[in-house]
């Protein structure tokens, strides 16, 4: 997986700001859904993967605090 998306970082910034308060405590979790939609082959699956990995580094981060 890259670790830029040139067409897709406008999604992984408006995951990053949706999830932020999960990702940085674990205080007032609620549940969220964020839905993602588009045609085939125009990188729905690898923004999801990426997003994943920018939240296991951000956790890692925060697990070190």
């Known amino acids: 997986i890259p ?3 040139p067409h897709r970082e406008k999604h992984l910034k408006d995951l990053l700001e949706f ?3 999960q990702i940085k405590g674990f205080k007032n979790v609620h549940l969220k859904i964020y839905h993602i939609v588009g045609e ?3 990188g729905k699956t690898v ?3 990426r997003f994943g990995q920018i939240v296991q580094e951000e956790a890692k981060k925060v697990a070190s605090i």
């Open 40 to 42: 085939t082959g125009t």
């Open 3 to 5: 670790k830029e998306l």
């Open 47 to 49: 923004t999801i993967v």
């Open 19 to 21: 999830y932020m308060e």
